[in-house]
């Protein structure tokens, strides 16, 4: 009986220790979560979250509770979990909460949820994410955000004391493109004050901040088109500026998403009524978009002989106007899906994105190289590369390329 009761004793400690994830402290209020954290040496992980909040439900069951996110956050933080919306239920703790976490949103901007804030064991705030983070994303941040080059709120401090630093200045844009906070006055003011676009990290900061054709830099796009793809290579303006045109105006009106992915509305667009529309709004270089519309277009409706054909078009006619992962991203299809067509259209796509091939280390990018060199007749060049890099491939695709490098070797046709 003395037994029995004694392992009734240790049952509950033995379940503490076997629980993983993130150990967030419970019956704490802000006064005391900041006091553990400084007598720990430990910085404060907060989740801000609400009720009705799908994305923090999310994190709640399949992120926080991973054992490896547990092990870095055990280990570096003090964690807790603030509800940042009314709970009529609440105990007092949970509503003094309520009214901390009023002060959290005026002052951190807290507006999205979920949201992660991050303060020093001094209890001093340095760094916010915004939005569900999956295990990987989550991952890196716990493990660099200690690190001031990385903090948001600790880099505003350090500008607003040093406003002509100029790599205190990069870091800060960096880290707020991290948080949520990235304003387009940041990039430009930033860009005027290093001297402009004459550099790749400037030229690449302003194209990656143009989002939209209402941003100010959209037109900078094709007016310094030629200075910024000498600085980021052959396509990158391109790729932006069509993208951008793509998204607003044709990627909703062609095509849905939906639970199970994207779906087609119909497989026959009216190109001319759509030449029309874009051409009201971006009259500029309007041909050479609308054959950029339909690779897009072929490609997302597995359409494989029009996207072979509008890419021979694309490729014929405007040979500098396509950046290298795209390059690597058409070809890649080329070689994984297209069928009828002979050599001779392989040897050329081959041709043209093998420079962009080579820059890649992606694993995916080398075995869809290796499928257009087998195509070739390279059997003995092609067979080495997938086989290097199929070890390494991704797990939902790895027995796709298994079974090909398997016809490769008996001399099939793929």
């Known amino acids: 009986m003395k037994k029995l009761m004694v392992l009734l004793l240790l049952f509950p400690c033995v379940l503490m220790a076997q629980e993983k994830g993130i150990q967030f402290v419970k019956g704490f209020n802000w006064e005391q979560v900041k006091a553990k954290a400084k007598q720990e040496n430990k910085y404060i992980l907060m989740d801000c979250y609400t009720s009705w909040c799908g994305p923090c439900k999310v994190m709640d069951n399949t992120v926080f509770p991973d054992e490896t996110i547990g092990e870095i956050a055990n280990a570096k933080f003090i964690s807790v979990k603030v509800q940042f919306d009314e709970?009529?239920?609440?105990?007092?703790?949970?509503?003094e909460w309520l009214a901390q976490s009023r002060t959290f949103v005026k002052e951190y901007k807290v507006s999205g949820y979920?949201?992660?804030?991050?303060?020093?064991?001094?209890?001093?705030i340095v760094h916010k994410t915004v939005g569900l983070q999956r295990v990987p994303h989550l991952k890196e941040t716990l493990e660099t955000v200690t690190n001031p080059d990385y903090q948001y709120f600790t880099l505003k401090r350090a500008v607003a004391q040093n406003p002509n630093d100029k790599d205190l200045q990069f870091k800060k844009i960096e880290a707020a493109k991290r948080a949520g906070e990235l304003s387009?006055?940041?990039v430009s003011d930033y860009i005027a004050m290093s001297g402009g676009l004459n550099s790749a990290q400037n030229a690449k900061l302003m194209i990656t901040n143009t989002n939209s054709s209402k941003d100010a830099t959209f037109q900078e796009l094709l007016n310094k088109r030629d200075s910024l793809n000498a600085l980021l290579g052959e396509g990158?303006?391109?790729?932006?500026?069509?993208?951008?045109?793509?998204?607003?105006?044709?990627q909703n009106t062609l095509g849905r998403k939906s639970p199970s992915g994207y779906y087609i509305l119909s497989t026959t667009p009216d190109w001319t009524?759509?030449?029309?529309?874009?051409?009201?709004?971006?009259?500029?270089?309007?041909?050479e978009f609308m054959d950029y519309a339909k690779i897009q277009f072929f490609k997302a409706a597995y359409?494989?002989?029009?996207?072979?054909?509008?890419?021979?078009?694309?490729?014929?006619?405007?040979?500098?106007?396509?950046?290298?992962p795209l390059k690597r991203m058409y070809a890649g299809d080329v070689a994984y899906f297209v069928k009828d067509v002979d050599v001779k259209y392989i040897q050329g796509v081959l041709d043209?994105?093998?420079?962009?091939?080579?820059?890649?280390?992606?694993?995916?990018d080398q075995m869809n190289y290796a499928l257009l060199l087998y195509?070739?007749?390279a059997k003995d060049r092609a067979i080495p590369i997938m086989e290097e890099h199929i070890v390494f491939a991704p797990a939902n695709v790895q027995q796709n390329y298994a079974d090909l490098l398997d016809k490769m070797k008996l001399g099939k046709m793929l």
């Open 352 to 364: 043209w994105s093998k420079a962009a091939f080579e820059k890649s280390t992606d694993d995916v």
């Open 273 to 287: 009524t759509i030449e029309q529309n874009i051409k009201a709004k971006h009259p500029e270089r309007i041909q």
């Open 375 to 377: 195509r070739t007749g």
């Open 236 to 250: 990158a303006t391109e790729e932006r500026y069509f993208g951008i045109i793509y998204f607003e105006n044709l």
């Open 87 to 95: 709970d009529e239920a609440g105990d007092p703790l949970k509503k």
């Open 303 to 324: 359409q494989w002989d029009n996207f072979a054909k509008a890419l021979e078009t694309y490729r014929a006619d405007y040979p500098n106007s396509t950046s290298d």
């Open 184 to 186: 387009k006055d940041d």
């Open 114 to 124: 979920p949201t992660l804030l991050f303060f020093n064991p001094d209890g001093e």
